[in-house]
């Protein structure tokens, strides 16, 4: 079993930055993905790191601007987000699992989620 944690939500005004934390306790290292829910709307896929951290995969409208890196040391994944904008007001989830494609985002294939955080970006 694995517990997901995230951290670092908040509120910025646009052009700001923050920076996520998923903690992982349990059993480890697994790819894991963020997501992020706007209001009103579904969720969706933001970006993706494999569990060695080769890989990384973004939807087009994050690409440039936030970063997913990884240090399995401390189990902690993390979402850098520079150049926020209102559109980026969502909550945001992250979740592992055993992928077979990193380019799909699809949630099906995450066993383990975290509780979200939120960002909320004004302008």
């Known amino acids: 079993q694995v517990q997901l944690v995230e951290s670092g939500g908040g509120s910025v005004q646009a052009g700001g930055s923050l920076r996520l934390s998923c903690a992982a306790s349990?059993?480890?290292?697994?790819?894991v993905g963020w997501f992020r829910r706007a209001p009103g709307k579904e969720r969706e896929f933001v970006t993706v790191i494999s569990w060695n951290g080769i890989l990384t995969y973004y939807t087009d409208s994050v690409k440039g601007r936030f970063t997913i890196s990884r240090d399995n040391a401390l189990n902690t994944v993390y979402l850098q987000m520079d150049r926020l904008g209102p559109d980026d007001t969502a909550v945001y989830y992250c979740a592992a699992g055993a992928l077979t494609s990193y380019t799909a985002g699809e949630e099906s294939q995450y066993t383990y989620w975290g509780q979200g955080t939120q960002v909320t970006v004004s302008s």
């Open positions: 349990g059993r480890s290292p697994y790819d």
